[in-house]
């Protein structure tokens, strides 16, 4: 643990538990962190890292006195500019939060009010704890704008949010967080929902408003890539205790811990791609499509081809047309030109059309495995529609074979009467997984399927992608924005921008240069494990913007 003379954050100690009820059992108390302590002085960020549940929000939020969800401060002392604030209410508590620490949350999609403009939200903490007039917040707002690199930034705040796009909300929230000229600010997986390449713009606007203000920070992420960009020193968590903790060169280049270590060398996946043979499986042809009400292609002239046993990695920003062109190959959107063929054979561009040989043998798995099954279903009765609906199976047939895909994504028959509730993150992905391979499919389109997934989990489920289908022989279209995914599971790759197919091929040629302008600043975008990547990037985009 790192000491420091007069520290703007102490924590000692710190207990955190909360009351969970399993479904048809008694309430139980349970202790989520286990004694963590920390100091934080101000001017530096400390980076919290962990997997899904290790109790990285969980430690930020007590900087605000605050358990979220039912969860209660049990025991230990945190300290804010010399006070205990766990001895702290009413007035005070209001005082200390929006005032002397402020939070950035993972979503600002969802914390923004949709029916207020962004400047009226941006000024409202500023101007309710007296610390500016509206006139002059509104000013330090604009300053906070201009800082941040938003477009317009005299005007910008008269937008509402849904008129900006999610980098650009995203530094709204960081300057609402930044009015009120905070001690704190506590910034909760602030890029993990952003693309790549507008998660570096994100990540050095924040760089760089910690620097030009002064303030603490904490930093929560599950990407010690991203993490070692902005955090001066590392808190490595595991399931509510500090595994490590060090300055963030000596987490990222010498580790100590084999938790940490792990975490350091994540997605060490590697996959060779397989030749280019037999007839395609799945073929796209000019294919164009667009939304009902609108009268703009969203796809234009796609072109692309998956064989069988094989995986097509579709990748680029958000609204390149990566999911769209998933609602056309299921025939939720229908195209407005073109043709698809799979197994030889042309598919009605319309879902209700469809036979059901096409539905089960296209399948498709989502990326918030929380909201794609039914909480109040058990693993076995989810796992077991498919198997009701397309092969007639009951009784003990169906759950002997319920057993085998529990198995076969390395669950075990221990699950089958659980409920997703009691399932961490990566067990309901894997679920998720079963329940498409109950229909014995051809393809599954992977929809961004680890994105929301810690790295060392997010691994475990890749692997278990790339072994069922040497097993299977089925094939992946994959969408994704990560490029560490692409190079680790992918034998061809699309790239996507503004509905377009800008550079198509195996995998060695497109991530082989020379490259186009847009797959060169894709995988420039990619975190790279060491300190100064991010400055080095962001000074040879100046250097190539003053070239140009």
């Known amino acids: ?15 955190i538990g909360a009351t969970i009820t399993p479904p048809g059992g008694r309430p139980q108390d349970i202790e989520i962190v286990h004694g963590v302590s920390f100091d934080l ?22 900087a605000m006195a605050y358990g979220r969800g039912g969860v209660k401060i049990t025991g230990g002392q945190v300290w804010v500019n010399g006070r205990d604030i766990l001895q702290t209410s009413g007035s005070d508590l209001r005082a200390l939060r929006g005032g002397e620490v ?35 917040a509104e000013k330090r707002a604009v300053e906070l704008f201009e800082k941040l690199g938003l477009p317009d930034p005299q005007n910008i705040g008269n937008r509402y949010p849904h008129q900006v796009s999610g980098g650009q909300l995203q530094r709204c929230m960081t300057a609402l967080a930044l009015c ?11 890029t993990t929902a952003l693309d790549v390449t507008t998660q570096i713009d994100v990540l050095m606007a924040i760089k760089e408003a910690i620097r030009d203000t002064g303030v603490a920070a904490i ?13 001066d020193d590392i808190m490595v968590l595991k399931m509510g205790d500090m595994v490590e903790y060090g300055t963030t060169e000596q987490i990222i280049t010498a580790p100590r811990e084999d938790y940490t270590k792990a975490l350091v060398s994540v997605r060490s996946i590697d996959h060779q791609e397989k030749p280019a043979e037999g007839t395609p499986l799945l073929r796209v042809e000019g294919i164009s499509a667009r939304y009902k009400g609108t009268n703009f292609d969203v796809l234009k002239n796609v072109n692309v081809e998956l064989r069988p046993g094989q995986t097509l990695a579709v990748v680029g920003e958000s609204g390149s047309g990566k999911s769209t062109l998933a609602r056309v190959i299921t025939g939720l959107l229908p195209a407005r030109q073109g043709r698809l063929s799979f197994d030889g054979r042309v598919l009605s561009p319309d879902l209700p ?44 047939e169906k759950r002997r074979r319920i057993k085998e895909l529990l198995e076969e994504i390395e669950m075990g028959d221990g699950f089958i009467d659980r409920y997703p509730a009691e399932l961490s993150g990566g067990q309901k992905q894997r679920v998720c997984i079963a329940r498409a391979l109950a229909a014995k499919p051809k393809l599954i389109i992977c ?29 992946y279209l994959f969408i994704t924005h990560d490029l560490a995914t692409v190079r680790a599971i992918a034998d061809s790759i699309a ?15 497109v991530l082989a240069p020379p490259f186009d302008d847009y797959t060169d600043l894709l995988l420039s975008s990619v975190p790279e494990m060491r300190m100064g990547w991010l400055e080095d990037v962001i000074a040879n985009r100046k250097m190539e913007s003053a070239g140009h």
């Open 495 to 509: 790239v996507m921008y503004k509905g377009e197919v800008v550079r198509y091929g195996t995998k060695s040629d």
């Open 102 to 136: 402020t939070y950035v949350s993972q979503s600002a999609a969802a914390s923004f009010n949709p029916a207020k403009k962004i400047m009226d939200q941006v000024v409202e903490a500023a101007v309710r704890q007296g610390k500016f007039t509206r006139s002059a």
């Open 353 to 396: 059309a469809r036979s059901r040989e096409d539905l089960r043998e296209l399948q498709m798995i989502y990326q918030m495995a929380d909201v794609a099954m039914n909480p109040r279903q058990t693993v076995g009765t989810i796992i077991g529609r498919p198997l009701e609906f397309y092969f007639g199976m009951k009784g003990d």
């Open 447 to 475: 929809d961004e399927v680890t994105s929301a997934l810690d790295p060392l989990v997010a691994d475990g489920i890749l692997k278990l992608l790339l072994n069922l289908q040497k097993v299977e022989d089925v094939a």
């Open 41 to 62: 002085q101000k001017g530096r960020v400390l980076g919290l890292i962990g997997e899904s549940g290790a109790g990285k929000s969980t430690i930020g939020l007590s």
């Open 1 to 15: 643990m790192q000491t420091t003379k007069n520290p703007l954050l102490q924590v000692r100690d710190l207990k």
């Open 219 to 231: 930093y929560i992420t599950h990407d010690l890539a991203v993490v070692a960009q902005v955090s």
């Open 180 to 190: 009120p000229e905070p001690d704190l600010v506590v910034f909760d997986e602030p």
